[in-house]
């Protein structure tokens, strides 16, 4: 997945059927609980806002983009030296769409969730303790970045 494809949809010039694809053949499953996310990296920097969030629950709201796929994208941005955001609502969500598995799932009811809140059209909840406790280094998911020049990079999970 381009960095590159991810700003070109967030400024309108990539259809999101297009950076579907592209999210959806960056995900390489390892094990039961490991993928790799394949990034190709830009050398420029880009200032994300919320109105550019919300474009990725509207494609998905519009069956345009499989839920599971903001995953990886969310995975993307946080990762990247080259997307930044200054919105800690912004950041927030973006934690949440990157680990569904202790956050909240990719369903449409939650995506709509997400899309509200980014909005402003519902408050944002206090995270409190999450309900789900691991068992002392357990592990549920492990997302790797996988950089175009083949290096790997470890990841959130």
């Not at 990539?14 to 995900?27: R, S």
């Not at 490991?34 to 509207?58: N, P, Q």
């Not at 995975?75 to 030296?81: C, K, P, Q, Y």
């Not at 369903?107 to 509200?116: A, D, G, P, S």
Request: glycine share 6%; proline share 6%.
């Amino acid at each position: 997945m381009n960095e590159s494809s991810i700003r070109d949809f967030f400024l309108g010039k990539l259809p999101p059927e297009l950076l579907a694809k592209e999210a959806q053949a960056a995900i390489e499953p390892v094990d039961a609980i490991t993928t790799k996310v394949h990034v190709r990296e830009m050398d420029d920097s880009f200032i994300i806002g919320r109105d550019m969030a919300v474009r990725l629950c509207d494609a998905v709201l519009a069956d345009e983009m499989a839920p599971h796929l903001l995953q990886p994208l969310a995975f993307a941005l946080i990762g990247a030296d080259s997307f930044t955001w200054d919105d800690e609502l912004l950041g927030d969500v973006l934690f949440d769409r990157s680990a569904p598995e202790i956050n909240y799932p990719l369903t449409q009811e939650n995506i709509q969730r997400f899309r509200r809140w980014l909005l402003e059209e519902e408050p944002y909840p206090q995270h409190a303790a999450s309900a789900w406790q691991p068992r002392e280094g357990s592990v549920i998911s492990r997302l790797i970045k996988v950089r175009d020049e083949g290096d790997e990079e470890r990841g959130i999970g």
